[in-house]
Structure formats: C-alpha cells, structure tokens
C-alpha cells in the first residue's frame, strides 16, 4: 500500500541514526539510507519508524 501522504518522506527521518529515508513501495517499507540502512515497516499507509519494529540489515 502506498503512503497516502508522499511529502511525509521529505520530513522523516531514520530514529536510529537521523539518516535520511525512502519509501520503497514494492516492499511497503521505508529505508534508512543513511549508515545504519534499518527497514521500517509501512502499515494500511502509516509508517511504523520505531526501532524496535526495524528489521536491521
């Protein structure tokens, strides 16, 4: 499902590492691009950014 709100990203970041992020909409999940490369999960459109739900590289 897509973020229903694509200009979230522009805004967000990562809370483990305050890299920045992507939306990849294949995988429904946001990516940290910055050092610590977490995955967070996207759910009914919402992004989940809680390090406790990341799945880490």
């Known amino acids: ?15 483990n590492c305050r890299g920045t992020v992507e939306f990849v909409e294949a995988d429904d999940v946001i990516v940290c691009r910055g050092e610590c490369g977490y ?10 950014m809680l390090i406790d739900e990341a799945e880490k590289p």
């Open 39 to 48: 995955r967070y999960p996207v759910r009914e459109g919402i992004p989940v």
């Open 1 to 15: 499902m897509a973020l229903d709100h694509p200009e979230l990203l522009e805004i967000l970041a990562c809370p």
